[in-house]
């Protein structure tokens, strides 16, 4: 089925065509009539998998023939928990909208107010924003709810982890009681369920690879000591010329400390997390972007709203606390049918975090060996890691192979495969 099909008219099909995309994706088959209907939608669906065009294609042919907003008003309004995100949408929005005479602006908090009052004091159809900003620039009086047809929450599962519940709830009570009303999350928590059960009326339900990794992507882990962890990675990254990859790190101070080696090793890299500033943030993943950064290290921050075009590979330095957070880190790579390998080191304190994980996603990780990184793990915790045959690599990517050639061991047996 074609975009066409599913109600899209030509400027916005045109506009997707020029971006190299003819076919919808299972969730936006399911989403965009849904929300052209004016039903109100309740969607799981990993990251990777085009949710964004689920629900911005069917808001911008709903609002292409409505006249323009008023000073201070906004037709539709998306909010997001992330700066990163928020930009990353409104970019979305800014392709998909070329043919269209409908304005669109994105607000979030680490930068200067002012100009973004400004620009709202002349209207405009859609809104990105996070929840912080919106609500403080609501409270001094720069945006005008009465004309809200459309509210999404996007990320809605990682909003609650990063405590906006409550800045959700008074949103709700600021907004127009009729208006459509779509909820992204990655997963159906007992706490989205209840958010859902306040918020929609009579909601479609959508469920595409809820808790399932991206399929294009190639997993693998290496059992290793702490303490060697960043000497493998600046090997893999030397040995094998990578020249674009995202490594994730549990903290901001493990970060900044990692980005430092690599430097050190005349390796081009940097930080992004919460304590930088956002035009730090910015520079960083812009220079990631065009090349000029090798490796861009982050915390989970980075894990939703990052969209970087055929990324090859993914290092987890650090295993996240959350197993979901893994399928959102690895959700950077394999995006829009591109292929990639993610790549996990284990230390014998994670152990019982890649459990969790493979439990999680049930799916087995594919065991890398290092002989001039043996690990020192103790006999019980050896014990845990049982050899299986391994999966054939799908994506025919070239693997790691750093001095004295990499041993790939079989994945363990998962009992919830």
């Known amino acids: 089925m ?40 309740l969607a799981a669906a990993q990251t990777g998998t085009g949710k964004t065009a689920a629900f911005v294609l069917p808001i911008l042919e709903g609002l292409k023939h409505q006249s323009l907003c008023r000073s201070k008003e ?27 005479k409908l304005r669109h602006r994105v607000i979030f908090g680490g930068v200067n107010s002012k100009p973004q009052i400004r620009h709202l004091n002349a209207g405009c159809e859609i809104l990105t924003a996070t929840p912080g900003r919106l609500l403080d620039l609501y409270n001094q009086g720069a945006i ?43 997963t159906f928590s007992k706490e989205i369920r209840k958010l859902a059960q306040s918020l929609l009326r009579h909601p479609l339900e959508i469920t595409v690879e809820a808790n399932k990794t991206v399929r294009k992507v190639e997993q693998f882990y290496t059992l290793i000591d702490h303490k060697q962890k960043s000497q493998l990675l600046k090997t893999m990254i030397i040995q094998n010329k990578w020249q674009q990859v995202l490594v994730f790190t ?59 075009k055929q990324l090859p590979q993914i290092v987890n330095f650090d295993l996240p606390n959350v197993a979901e957070d893994y399928v959102h880190r690895i959700g950077r790579t394999g995006r829009a049918g591109e292929s990639g390998n993610a790549y996990s080191m284990v230390s014998e304190d994670e152990l019982p975090l890649l459990q969790a994980i493979e439990k999680f996603t049930g799916e ?33 990517n070239k693997r790691p192979q750093p001095a004295n050639k990499a041993r790939k061991s079989a994945p363990r047996k998962n009992p919830h495969h």
């Open 2 to 41: 074609s975009f066409a099909e599913l109600g899209l008219s030509k400027p916005i099909t045109e506009a997707i065509s020029a971006l190299g995309y003819s076919t919808p994706t299972p969730i936006q088959l399911q989403a965009i009539p849904a929300v052209l209907d004016g039903q109100d939608l």
């Open 74 to 100: 906004i037709k539709a309004l998306i909010v997001t928990p992330t700066r990163e995100l928020a930009a990353q949408i409104d970019a979305n929005i800014t392709d998909y909208s070329r043919h269209l």
């Open 144 to 186: 005008d709810f009465s004309k809200l047809q459309v509210l999404v929450l996007d990320e809605a599962d990682r909003m609650l982890d990063m405590g906006f519940i409550h800045d959700i709830r008074k949103l709700f009570r600021l907004l127009p009681q009729k208006r459509q009303n779509l909820l992204f999350s990655a």
């Open 250 to 308: 549990r903290t901001k101070h493990g970060a900044n400390r990692l980005t430092q080696k690599l430097e050190a090793a005349k390796i081009k890299a940097a930080a992004i997390h919460g304590n930088k500033s956002q035009n730090a943030r910015v520079k960083a993943l812009s220079g990631f972007k065009d090349g000029h950064i090798e490796v861009l290290v982050a915390t989970d921050i980075a894990a939703r709203g990052l969209d970087i």
């Open 364 to 396: 087995r990780l594919q065991r890398l060996e290092f002989e001039q990184f043996p690990a020192s793990f103790t006999r019980s915790s050896k014990a845990i890691v049982n050899k299986t045959k391994p999966r054939p690599n799908r994506s025919g």
